[in-house]
Structures are given as structure tokens and as C-alpha cells.
């Protein structure tokens, strides 16, 4: 049997030439010497990634059945705009992005994709004395007295302070939801900037990485920013609570993705195409995200292929605890069931 606690299993990782590489072990039939499973992409997604490919080369050490030394998984941080660019190259297998991609687009490509989890984005601030969760904003604003946040803030002390942006720099499926937001709740934006994995900012700091950015914050009084949840709050930056399509205020948290999630008929979506962000329900958080595997199809034999399949059927079954202890919303478990029957076909 496979290991009954995933999340138990020891943890470890290396780094290489800059990039995180991840090695796991995983049996997908009875070869030798085999290439390893090669996959890139989201930032938002490397720490589960990471923590299922780990926990996927201890079983292997441990001599669980579903698992093999012949297999291994190497994923690289690149940013979502990166890992999809990446598939063109014969020795990658799969992409992780936050930014789905859609049908015409994948047909053309010979590609498939599925969600493999889902999170928040949350917008983070650097303010003296403001907790997590304690500041409300809503609206455009250009300074921390604005009159409009405010309005929405009365008990707090806000300081007479320029807001200082700060955003990637790299093609971020991050970058893709929080505009996809946005152009939700601003025509003006929508017109001007619209959503994409990488935009012409009018204004701000540029970061390469979540890393980076997460730095520029600690570094910058008055900043605000965007990165996923899980990863800023262990990183102890001060997310804001964001107004919903009801009007309601809500944290980046689970609670907020499931009601987001909730909301999609995945039934109805093709090729698993759709969007987490400003979706209805009191509860929604508005800019929660699903994270796509885009899967290479066309020009791979159906052994590498469907090695992909395999190594997230695995982590369906086995990897939900280590998601959401990470922050991470695991799939529901109708969505799971629909994607293990989708067809692949070559």
C-alpha cells in the first residue's frame, strides 16, 4: 500500500544552478533506466510540487508499492508564462500555471491540462502597527489617508503615506489573477491594462520571483503587493481582507477558495477552462485561483504522457493533507473523479 500518512513522510530538496530541482520516485510501469518526468512553471504552485515530490522519493526509499527508483520528477521554478513557453522544448513534459489556457490554444498545441489545486492570492502590506486580517481595501487608491480606505477603516491609525507598489517582473500566473481581479472591478483597468501573465505596470517596483518580492515588502514602508497566501503569511507579511462581488470583506484563505470553487460548474467547462476570480457568494474570496497542468501530448509517446497523469493521480489520492497544510485548497472530490475519466488521447 501507499504510505496511509502522506503527509508524514520526511521532506528534503535541493537546489541547483539556481532553480529548485525536485527528485521523487514513482512507479508508472515496469521500466529501467527511465528519463525523468520533466515539468516547470508557477511559483504559487513549487511548494506543494515540492512537498509531493518529496514525499514521493521517501516512499520510494521506503520501498512503498506505487513507486520505483527507475522514476524521477525534476521541476523547475520558472514563473507560469515560462513552464507553458517551456513545453515547446522536446524534454519537458508538463507545465504548472496559475493562467489557464484555452481550448483553441491547447488544440493547436496538442496539449491538455487539468487543475491540480487551488489557492489565494492575497494582497500584502507593509504598514506600522496593521495586522494580518485587519485592514479592509476596496477601490483604487493612490495614499494610505486616502479618504476612501478610510471610510472603510475607521478604527485604524492609517499613516500619511504614498502607496508603493510592488509587482513581478517575470511572467507570473500570479500577475494573471491579481489583474484578472482587477479588470473584474475596474473598466478602467480592464481597458488600459487588462489580465495577462505579464502587463505594462503604470507604476510600482518590480520583483523577479515571489522571493524577490516578498523581500521588496519587508524592505518597503507603505508597500502593497500581491503573492500567494500560503507563502506570505509563512513568510509573516500582513495580508489585507479584500471587498467581494457581495460587498463582503474576506481573508485568502481555504474558506474563501471553497465558496469561490463552488460557484464553477466544472461539469460544463472545456478542457477544464475557468476562473476562480470575483465569483459570487458572501463567502468568495475574490481572487482565489486554480493551478493548471498543462500536459504535452501531441509529439510524446503515450508512455510520457501519461506518466504525467499518473504522478498527479498519486498525489490526488495521497497528497491532499500536505496541500492544505501548505494553505493550498485540494481539489473536490467530484472534480478529481472527472479528470482521472478524461480521455487523453494522442
Do not use: C
Not at 503527509?7 to 529501467?32: E, F, N
Not at 500560503?230 to 495580508?239: D, E, F, I, K, P
Not at 479584500?242 to 469561490?260: L, R, Y
Request: charged share 20%; net charge negative.
Amino acid at each position: 500500500m501507499f504510505p496511509a500518512s502522506f503527509a508524514s513522510l520526511r521532506r528534503k530538496s535541493a537546489k541547483i544552478g539556481g532553480a529548485v530541482t525536485l527528485a521523487v520516485g514513482l512507479m508508472i510501469g515496469a521500466a529501467a533506466q527511465a528519463e525523468p518526468i520533466r515539468g516547470a512553471g508557477s511559483t504559487l504552485a513549487a511548494p506543494i510540487i515540492g512537498q509531493w515530490a518529496t514525499a514521493y522519493e521517501n516512499a520510494r526509499a521506503d520501498g512503498g508499492d506505487y513507486v520505483s527508483p527507475d522514476w524521477k520528477v525534476d521541476y523547475e521554478i520558472v514563473g507560469s508564462l515560462a513552464g507553458v513557453l517551456r513545453l515547446d522544448q522536446p524534454d519537458i513534459d508538463f507545465a504548472a500555471t496559475d493562467a489557464p489556457i484555452n481550448g483553441a490554444e491547447l488544440k493547436k498545441a496538442g496539449r491538455q491540462q487539468f487543475p491540480i489545486v487551488m489557492g489565494a492570492i492575497a494582497v500584502l502590506v507593509n504598514l506600522d502597527g496593521i495586522g494580518p486580517g485587519s485592514l479592509r481595501l476596496t477601490g483604487p487608491l493612490q495614499s494610505w489617508s486616502d479618504p476612501a480606505i478610510k471610510a472603510v477603516n475607521p478604527d485604524l491609525t492609517l499613516p500619511d503615506l504614498r502607496i508603493s507598489v510592488v509587482h513581478r517582473k517575470d511572467g507570473s500566473g500570479s500577475t494573471f489573477v491579481f489583474t484578472e481581479y482587477l479588470s473584474a472591478v475596474s473598466g478602467e483597468w480592464k481597458a488600459k491594462y487588462g489580465a495577462n501573465t505579464l502587463i505594462s505596470w503604470p507604476l510600482g517596483t518590480d520583483a523577479e520571483g515571489t522571493q524577490n518580492l516578498i523581500q521588496a515588502v519587508h524592505d518597503t514602508k507603505g508597500a502593497i503587493a500581491y503573492a500567494e497566501s500560503g507563502q506570505a503569511q509563512r513568510a509573516n507579511l500582513v495580508y489585507a481582507l479584500i471587498e467581494n462581488k457581495s460587498g463582503k470583506f474576506v481573508k485568502p484563505g481555504p474558506e474563501g477558495v471553497q465558496a469561490a470553487a463552488t460557484s464553477i460548474d466544472w461539469a460544463q467547462t472545456t478542457d477544464f477552462f475557468a476562473s476562480l476570480t470575483d465569483r459570487d457568494g458572501d463567502a468568495a474570496y475574490p481572487i482565489s485561483t486554480a493551478v493548471f497542468a498543462v500536459v504535452q501530448v501531441s509529439g510524446r509517446s503515450e508512455h510520457r504522457y501519461r506518466r504525467v497523469h499518473d504522478l498527479f493521480r498519486l498525489a490526488f489520492a495521497h497528497g491532499a493533507d500536505d496541500a492544505a497544510a501548505l494553505g493550498y485548497v485540494p481539489l473536490p472530490t467530484a472534480l478529481v473523479a472527472r479528470i482521472e475519466q478524461e480521455p487523453v488521447a494522442n
